[in-house]
């Protein structure tokens, strides 16, 4: 979450495009991600599940210990406390808010980008600042560890322009520094194109080496984006894993349907 958070904000500015409606409800489905590969939550053990899409498939909580991290504790609080059951797709739009159903509004999770923020201020990476817009001020937050950034952006673009995919762990992932961290990376970048935010990683490129990673990406979402993976590289890093990796694929597979990429 934190990284397709820091590829969206502007360095110096530190706000993201007020053009941009697709981040939050990415966001959202990185929260599911994350808790995915910390084994939290898992697809519920059926094998009927098979018969439906991934997205519409049940997901439940399968470890209730606390990640240290607020909004990853709060979301697995609230798909906890729920005795009904509902899919991936179903979550995230809980999550973002996008429901009629006046007895789940409280699914929402609000303020994500901004408590995001505030989670890299704390870290060191970020810092608060306050600007004006004529008939308005915000809170802002401008990169002040800009080689947290750097990185980032090197990863994303290094995954994209040659054949190997991923680096180093992400930012958040303090229990264990090398879990999943190939396919770590590689949803970085299909959430960060999910969210448009994918571009401010990539105009460090020349106009060719654009095109080869935007190809790349939609060929890592195909991928991904259904389980078990196609690419013969995850099969070791996910291997044992697929009531957690299902739910990676499923929040990959509503990605694709988002209006950012068709």
């Known amino acids: ?52 899409a991934l997205a519409d498939r049940y997901i439940e909580v399968v470890n209730e210990k606390l990640t240290g991290e607020v909004l990853l504790d709060e979301t697995l609080k609230m798909i906890n406390s729920t005795q009904e059951r509902m899919s991936v797709g179903q979550w995230i739009d809980l999550l973002s808010g996008e429901t009629w159903n006046v007895m789940k509004v409280g699914f929402q999770l609000k303020q994500v980008r901004e408590r995001l923020a505030k989670g890299l201020v704390d870290k060191g990476v970020l810092r608060t600042e306050k600007r004006n817009f004529l008939i308005f001020d915000m809170a802002t937050h401008p990169v002040t560890d800009s080689a947290v950034k750097e990185e980032v952006v090197k990863r994303a673009c290094t995954t994209l322009i040659s054949r190997s995919n991923g680096s180093t762990p992400a930012l958040t992932d303090r229990e264990s520094p090398v879990a999943f961290q190939q396919l770590r990376t590689v949803t970085m970048v299909c959430a960060a194109y999910a969210a448009n935010v994918l571009e401010n990683a990539l105009m460090y490129l020349n106009h060719e080496m654009r095109e080869v990673a935007y190809t790349k990406v939609d060929e890592l979402l195909s991928d991904y984006s259904q389980y078990p993976f196609t690419s013969p590289a995850s099969k070791n890093e996910v291997a044992g894993k697929d009531l957690q990796m299902e739910i990676i694929a499923a929040v990959l597979n509503v990605f694709t349907k988002m209006d950012s990429i068709l």
């Open 1 to 52: 979450m934190e990284e397709v958070l820091l590829l969206g904000l502007k360095d110096k500015q530190g706000y993201l495009s007020f053009w941009n409606d697709n981040i939050s409800y990415t966001l959202r489905g990185c929260i599911l991600m994350e808790l995915a590969f910390r084994k939290r939550i898992a697809m519920v053990k059926d094998p009927n599940r098979r018969k439906y």
